[in-house]
Nanobody
Framework: QVQLVESGGGLVQAGGSLRLSCAAS????????IAWFRRPPRKDRDFVAR????????YYADSVKGRFTISRDNAENTVYLQMNSLKPEDTAVYYC??????????WGQGTQVTVSS
């Protein structure tokens, strides 16, 4: 069983930066795709970014491309989401998920990111 714990959310002004972390326990990420999703207030959950652990290949939603960077730390079994040039529309609960591209079976509890204008 994989447990995922997100951290690093908070309140930041527009234009600022935050780094989210997703730490795994109970299993290593080595065979998984790890993704970040977000759920803005009163909206559906959206895909943000993903990384394939074994290859390091990354993929981003158009809305965050060039501003967000997903990365991994093998030793720490942790995935990061560096968020720069934050906008008020980035306000959401951010979730990390692990699994395959067709089925993210494991989810964290989420971390709140609020960007003030």
């Amino acid at each position: 069983q994989v447990q995922l714990v997100e951290s690093g959310g908070g309140l930041v002004q527009a234009g600022g930066s935050l780094r989210l972390s997703c730490a795994a326990s109970g299993h290593t990420f080595s065979s998984y795709s790890i993704a970040w999703f977000r759920r803005p207030p009163r909206k559906d959950r959206d895909f943000v970014a993903r990384i394939t652990w074994s290859s390091g290949n990354t993929y981003y939603a158009d809305s965050v491309k060039g501003r967000f960077t997903i990365s991994r730390d093998n030793a720490e079994n942790t995935v990061y989401l560096q968020m720069n040039s934050l906008k008020p529309e980035d306000t959401a609960v951010y979730y990390c998920a692990a699994g395959s591209l067709l089925n993210y079976a494991y989810w964290g509890q989420g971390t709140q990111v609020t960007v003030s204008s």
